[in-house]
């Protein structure tokens, strides 16, 4: 018989490259993997593994165990699912990756609810990027991701994930306090905070400068977190654009005006795990801190 955790670490391996990248992924040593890789091997009764240097490569055999270990894993979770959803219970764990204006506004509130309704129920909270988090949905890493959406682009929408709309935001421009510009066209020539390369907020900040005025930006910082940007713009440093959970109209050294721009945050759910009444419980307090927000 083979080991679905070991399944899963195969998957991993194919999907991340080395014994190293899959240890750090999932907070086991080098040496667990490679064991737990060698145990599946003998399971399996074919070689799956070929050195090629010093890193593992994939076997054919191997290949078609992993196709099959995402079927399987499927299957169990949504079995695991459905005993849950039969025994009624709000128990056990959830795994929650979020960015971080959303962890603060809408996951924060979320567990206070939660820790009340069901003392049971065990919520586990990961900070990451929007990306981050929808590729760790994918990858079986967390069980609820909140993303994000700008203006008419949509992300992805693979099969199997269930998207639901959490909280719709205005997007402002944020400017030093006093700084004479209205529009966004009006800054082709000004110093810009923005994401790291690939991020969903330096998607929008090309975007939306294209848009506006069809220059590029001249991007002289980048950093991940929205309060830095926040206070790169108040020290007089930088324009940028700031979602209104990043609070940027509380910080009185900055001018904040509209763009017209709109960013959606959703909830996103693999569908074999929809049944589980603690995952429902999740969704239900999140849009609640959401409606708190109006």
């Given at each position: 018989m083979l080991d679905l955790r070991r399944l899963r670490l195969l998957r991993e391996l194919h999907a991340r490259g080395t014994i190293a990248a899959v240890a750090e992924a999932l907070s086991y040593s080098p040496?667990?993997?490679?064991?737990?890789?060698?145990?599946?091997?003998?399971?399996?009764?074919?070689?799956?593994?070929?050195?090629?240097?010093r890193r593992l490569r994939l076997t054919e055999a191997a290949h078609v165990l992993v196709g099959h270990a995402d079927v399987l894993l499927t299957r169990m979770e949504l079995a695991e699912a459905e005993m849950a959803a039969a025994a009624g219970a709000v128990a056990g764990t959830v795994r929650v990756s979020?960015?971080?204006?959303?962890?603060?506004?809408?996951?924060?509130?979320?567990?206070?609810?939660?820790?009340?309704?069901h003392p049971e129920l065990?919520?586990?909270?990961?900070?990451?990027?929007?990306?981050?988090?929808f590729d760790a949905l994918l990858r079986r890493e967390c069980d609820l991701a909140i993303c994000d959406e700008y203006g008419?682009?949509?992300r992805p929408r693979p099969r199997g994930l269930t998207f639901e709309e959490l909280y719709v935001e205005r997007v402002r421009l944020v400017l030093p306090r006093g700084h004479p510009?209205?529009?966004?066209?009006?800054?082709?020539?000004?110093?810009w905070a923005g994401g790291q390369p690939g991020t969903s907020h330096d998607r929008l900040l090309m975007l939306a400068c294209t848009n506006a005025g069809g220059f590029?930006?001249?991007?002289?910082?980048?950093?991940?977190?929205?309060?830095?940007?926040?206070?790169?713009?108040?020290?007089?440093?930088?324009?940028?654009?700031l979602p209104d959970l990043s609070r940027p109209e509380r910080e009185p050294s900055v001018t904040v005006r509209d763009t017209?721009?709109?960013?959606?945050?959703?909830?996103v759910v693999r569908n074999d795990g929809l049944a589980r009444p603690a995952l429902t419980a999740v969704r239900t307090a999140l849009n609640e801190a959401a409606s708190d927000l109006g």
């Open positions: 040496s667990t993997v490679s064991h737990q890789l060698s145990e599946l091997q003998r399971e399996a009764g074919v070689p799956l593994f070929e050195r090629d240097g979020a960015f971080q204006t959303a962890a603060i506004s809408l996951v924060a509130p979320a567990l206070a609810r939660l820790a009340d309704r065990r919520l586990e909270v990961t900070e990451v990027e929007p990306d981050q988090a008419g682009q949509r510009a209205t529009r966004l066209r009006d800054l082709s020539e000004a110093a590029v930006p001249d991007i002289r910082h980048r950093t991940t977190d929205l309060l830095v940007l926040l206070a790169l713009v108040a020290t007089g440093g930088a324009v940028t654009l017209g721009i709109s960013r959606r945050v959703l909830t």
